[in-house]
């Protein structure tokens, strides 16, 4: 058991170890609850640091990243505050597959991120590296120690170490250790094996960045962004404001000195030689030359993995994406890659646009220990110390936008927790954060988890233009919002229920408006400007979508209400499964193992058959007759 040294500081409500995405998320829902917070990172200046792709959202991710917002999460508004880009992804799709994301100004989001974090209250910021746990004879998380033997006292600690724990970086053959280029990794892993948690492997990797001044842009596809802005922030229009030209902001956060417009990406293409010059590098490539142990990530591969699992194709594409406007940095999006150095100067010179690119920093692979999340509750509470909570990285996910969900979650229950207060935990049927903490601590990952649209069966529900409407009432309950931001999502569900009777009673085309709408190929985009004036322009997607989809929406509301009847099932965290009469063994142990707190959740287990599931049942009711 790890010992408890004494402290020059004060004994916190929460301690967050990291100040990633996940971190920064974590301590701020803190805050908001009232709590006092310890943040304690190796480097402060790489708070919020974007170490890979410098964007925020896409497909699922937007999605999370507009109900982070939703909760008084900070990821979306600083992305507004701090995007060069902003796109609306599958726009002329169906509305539960749209998703917003935006390029942001790297040094600008870490930034303006640090000041949103330093200015919190109750938030105090310390720079060190977390050696170990502190850990009570009652199994309870009671804070940590760095390395210089300081310790930090808290009534709950939660670990978001992104890739650092025991990190390893890859360049060809050539490896150092590391979270990231020129950040030192971690060794906190080995304390958590020795408390007894179980510590597994996985791998990401990084992009090539290159010299903008050195891409011939005449030969490559421009992308610009979108206008008006597909913005993330419900907050966004009463604190971000426009001038003439560049995107401006109030002064809320000082944000005069964080002046956007929007800047074009870029399109190009892979060729043959591109592909030939990559298989001859393969025996160089620490994946497939048996150095790398880490799985990888499935639906994000390397240039190598796609020129080796695609071999029939010709090309690939590559997105030039600029890291901000105080930099000449381009971030090469499509080829992550690990080869040597020199392979990669030479495959990168034979993509048009590309052919006297200045390599400015290598792409890498990195592999890092990470704990199987089936070791959580779905508060993201440790199942074997209590008080002690994980988000992020840590539990095999991928990405920004769900690490910075996670860290929320996390640090709203640990403040919940220590105020004595109910736990907060979402259903599938109510957000995709809901969806990814099911999947993770119901069914574990073996690859880094990224979220899809796909993953959640009520996509229709979880829509990214009623995020507010869903998890406010939520959020607010819980503490996360102030009131005034719980009045303005109740006034945009009233418009929007007010918009769905007016369209009902409005004639358009000798017709409802409604029954116009749910005709194929009609869209709001079509109607006349004098009907859309009698809308509020901000309400006509979701009034639109609630009047198109209105038979789906109602049919996936009621799949939802059977759901919730099984989550309103609970299981006694003390049942024993080897004493469920006639239960198969693999359901024992898988039972056991994951030890479910609901039936739904149980039922949700792979593996777990409805069959289980009916003699746990009949085993909850007979045990529930003998104790009464």
């Known amino acids: 058991m790890n010992s408890s040294p004494s402290s020059v500081f004060p004994l916190f409500d929460v301690l967050v170890v990291g100040a990633g995405h996940a971190g920064i998320e974590a301590a701020l829902a803190a805050s908001r609850l009232g709590c006092s917070v310890a943040v304690l990172t190796h480097n402060l200046d790489t708070i919020g640091q974007m170490s890979c792709n410098p964007a925020i959202g896409g497909l699922a991710k937007g999605h999370i990243v507009r109900e982070i917002d939703a909760m008084g999460g900070a990821m979306g508004l600083n992305t507004d505050a701090t995007a060069i880009q902003f796109r609306m992804l599958n726009a002329s799709k169906g509305p539960s597959v749209r998703a917003p994301r935006a390029q942001c100004d790297k040094t600008a989001y870490r930034t303006r991120m640090k000041m949103v974090l330093e200015t919190a209250p109750g938030i105090r910021l310390f720079q060190g590296d977390v050696v170990k746990l502190l850990v009570n004879g009652e199994q309870q998380a009671t804070g940590a120690v760095t390395s210089l033997g300081c310790a930090i006292h808290a009534r709950s600690v939660i670990i978001c170490s992104g890739t650092f724990m025991k990190g390893l970086l890859h360049v ?111 025996k160089f490539s620490p994946l497939y030359s048996g150095i790398i142990e880490g799985v990888g990530p499935r639906y994000c591969p390397s240039i190598e993995d796609k020129i080796v699992r695609f071999a029939e194709k010709n090309s690939h594409q590559v997105f030039l994406e600029p890291e901000g406007r105080s930099t000449e940095e381009f971030y090469l999006n499509g080829v992550s890659t690990s080869l040597p150095y020199s392979a990669q100067c030479d495959f990168i010179h034979t993509i048009p646009g590309l052919e006297n690119a200045q390599l400015i920093r290598p792409g890498y692979a990195v592999e890092y220990d990470f704990c199987p999340p089936t070791q959580l509750h779905p508060t993201l509470e440790t199942k074997l110390v209590e008080n002690l909570y994980f988000a992020g990285q840590i539990n095999g996910t991928s990405g920004y936008e769900e690490a910075a969900a996670q860290g929320l979650m996390a640090g709203a229950n640990a403040a919940l927790k220590t105020l004595g207060k109910p736990s907060l935990v979402l259903r599938r049927d109510q957000a995709y954060i809901g969806v990814m903490i099911d999947d993770l601590v119901t069914k574990g990952t073996d690859e880094p988890y990224r979220m899809f649209t796909s993953r959640a069966e009520f996509r229709l529900l979880l829509r990214q233009d009623n995020a507010d409407l869903r998890l406010a009432p939520l959020a607010f309950e819980a503490g996360l919002i102030t009131c005034e931001m719980a009045r303005k999502a109740e006034d945009r569900k009233n418009a929007v229920e007010e918009g769905i009777i007016k369209a009902a009673a409005l004639k358009h085309e000798g017709i409802s408006l409604s029954t116009w709408l749910k005709r194929p190929g009609n869209d709001w985009t079509l109607l006349p400007e004098e009907l859309k004036k009698m809308f509020h322009v901000e309400h006509l997607d979701a009034i639109a979508t609630d009047i198109q989809y209105e038979g789906h929406i109602e049919r996936q509301k009621k799949q939802a209400e059977k759901i919730i009847r099984m989550e309103n099932k609970t299981i006694p965290s003390d049942i024993d499964y080897e004493h469920v009469h006639a239960l198969k063994k693999e359901a024992v142990i898988k039972l056991g193992n994951i030890r479910p707190a609901t039936i739904g959740q149980a039922s949700r287990i792979p593996g777990i058959t409805p069959a289980d599931i009916a003699l746990l049942l009949m085993h909850l009711q007979k045990r529930s007759r003998q104790q009464t």
Not at 249 to 277: A, V
């Open 172 to 282: 060809g053959l050539q490896h150092i250790t590391g979270g990231r280029m020129g950040c030192a990794s971690s060794s906190l892993s080995a304390d958590l094996a020795m408390l007894g948690f179980q510590v597994e492997r996985l791998k990401t990797g990084t992009s090539p960045r290159v010299n903008g001044r050195s891409i011939d842009f005449s030969v490559c596809e421009i992308q610009p962004g979108d206008t008006p802005e597909a913005l993330f922030s419900y907050r966004s229009r009463d604190i971000l404001k426009r001038d003439s030209e560049p995107f401006c902001t109030l002064n809320t956060w000082g944000d005069e000195n964080f002046r956007m417009k929007q800047m074009p990406c870029w399109i190009t293409y892979t060729n043959q030689t591109t592909h030939d010059i990559i298989r001859k590098n393969l």
